[in-house]
């Protein structure tokens, strides 16, 4: 490529925001030319306005860089956002008519009938329903941190063996609730067994993902999901317990064998935030955990284990993704160069 795409951040300020910014900074397609956020924060530079909670510093570069308020003018094609929910659905469909990309980390739009939930391994034939939507831009979304590894493991068992039903009970960090997360004193030697909105979002997402495209339409796929969804005391890091029944019954081995060789369009385009193994199958009977795997494949893999049989389904498994990475900023910014290489930004 020979000049890098000019990218804005929408959110800039916030957890995912700045995990765009990490990862974006020195990305070899994309360029950070504009950073835009709440009124509050507009016209701020960013170092002031931004409690920065990351393992390394702010970029240099941005440090000192006038936030502009989120919905202002941008002169950036692809827009990332990572605003909070509360405030992106409006703002994300007014850029996109103004033509912009914006690639969406946020849920207002994921069930939209005309807007894709794409995981590029996955799904990137959806793209193409970005061309029946009204905008002269378009929206993507990448799906809830949750169903990313989720969807990740189901997508080639489905392929191989149909799946019927899926029962999965999460085990969900802390910065999934963004900054500051949950309160100390509902967390610490806690465990919370709700998140608001969260199992009715793992329960559909997945079908939708894992669809056909039909006409105008993404044909959700059949099978059922069950979920229990659970806020626990760790910073980064989803786990899920998932049980599976599939219309033809695979054995362990088999079921193993087809995720560690699993790849797709994002290994075999080479894109630069694709994970060269998309899915790591331990052998260890207690891994994957989140304090010593989550940062494997920088953080873009998903991570099974203790892959056995079911007494009530068939298959049942440990899955682990990061998700503020792969579950969150990552998956958009992998969202961004599939588009980009498949042709879509005109």
């Given amino acids: 490529m020979e000049s890098r795409i000019p990218v804005a951040i929408l959110g800039a300020t916030g957890t995912v925001g700045q995990k765009f910014v990490l990862l974006l900074q020195d990305h070899p397609w994309f360029e950070i030319t504009e950073l835009a956020a709440s009124p509050r924060s507009a016209g701020k530079v960013y170092k002031d306005a931004c409690a920065w909670k990351q393992d390394t510093p702010i970029p240099d570069v941005l440090r000192d860089k006038t936030l502009l308020k989120a919905g202002a003018r941008l002169s950036s094609r692809i827009l990332f956002s990572g605003m909070d929910s509360s405030v992106a659905g409006p703002i994300e469909e007014n850029y996109a008519a103004e033509g912009h990309i914006v690639i969406s980390n946020s849920k207002n739009h994921r069930m939209d009938p005309d807007v894709p939930i794409i995981i590029p391994e996955v ?14 831009g378009a929206i993507i979304t990448n799906s809830n941190c949750v169903v990313m590894p989720l ?70 796929a059949d099978f059922i999901v069950s979920a229990q969804c659970n806020r626990v005391p760790l910073t980064d890091g989803h786990t899920i317990n998932l049980s599976m029944k599939f219309e033809k019954k695979p054995n362990p081995q088999e079921v193993g064998d087809i995720l560690s060789k699993w790849r797709a369009l994002p290994q075999e385009k080479k894109l630069p935030t694709a994970p060269s ?26 991570c099974v284990g203790r892959i056995r049989e079911c007494s009530i389904g068939d298959i049942k498994m440990v899955v682990l993704g990061h998700n503020t990475v792969r579950g969150a900023a990552g998956a958009a910014v992998l969202n961004a160069e599939a588009y980009v290489s498949l042709g879509y930004l005109q």
């Fill in 277 to 302: 193994n998309p899915i790591i199958v331990f052998e260890e009977e207690n891994r994957p955990q989140p304090a010593r795997d989550i940062q494997l494949e920088n953080g873009m893999a998903a």
């Fill in 151 to 220: 969807a990740m493991v189901l997508a080639p068992l489905h392929q191989a063996f149909k799946v019927k039903w899926v029962h999965l009970s999460s085990m969900q960090a802390i910065s999934g609730a963004g900054y500051p997360g949950v309160p100390s004193y509902d967390i610490l030697g806690n465990i919370v067994p709700f998140i608001e909105g969260e199992e009715s979002k793992v329960e559909t997402e997945s079908q939708k993902i894992l669809g056909q495209l039909d006409g105008d339409i993404i044909k959700p």
């Fill in 123 to 136: 799904n990137s034939d959806h793209f193409e329903i970005t061309k029946k939507q009204r905008f002269k």
